[in-house]
């Protein structure tokens, strides 16, 4: 059975970091692209970063560009999204997901999704 369970959300103060971390069962990571994804309160859901299965990363917006980084241990059957500088405007739930090989910033192309975590930036 496969499942994503992620972890890490919390509230933070602005300017603040958290590390959130995506735990995988069920399938190989070693075929697989992971991405995460967030949808902030009334918004729709957007692509935030993905690393393909040759480890190439892709960040998908430019408003998290230079503070926040995808990584992944297949080792492990872990995923990793470090985040700095934490602004308000990153407020949103965050969704880990996967799809096979490359990376996609369509959430429709991903077929397994965790349930998300939340992530609070506010003074």
């Known amino acids: 059975q496969v499942q994503l369970v992620e972890s890490g959300g919390d509230l933070v103060q602005p300017g603040g970091s958290l590390r959130l971390s995506c735990a995988f069962s069920?399938?190989?990571?070693?075929?697989?692209?992971i991405a995460w994804f967030r949808q902030a309160p009334g918004k729709e859901r957007e692509g935030v970063a993905c690393i393909a299965s040759n480890d190439r990363t892709s960040y998908y917006l430019e408003a998290i560009k230079g503070r926040f980084t995808i990584s992944r241990d297949n080792t492990a059957n872990m995923a990793y999204l470090q985040m700095n500088s934490l602004k308000p405007e990153d407020t949103a739930v965050y969704y880990c997901?996967?799809?096979?090989?490359?990376?996609?910033?369509?959430?429709?192309?991903?077929?397994?999704w965790g349930q998300g975590t939340q992530v609070t930036v506010s003074s």
């Open positions: 997901a996967t799809k096979v090989t490359f990376c996609s910033s369509s959430g429709s192309e991903y077929s397994y």
């Open positions: 069920g399938f190989v990571m070693d075929y697989r692209a």
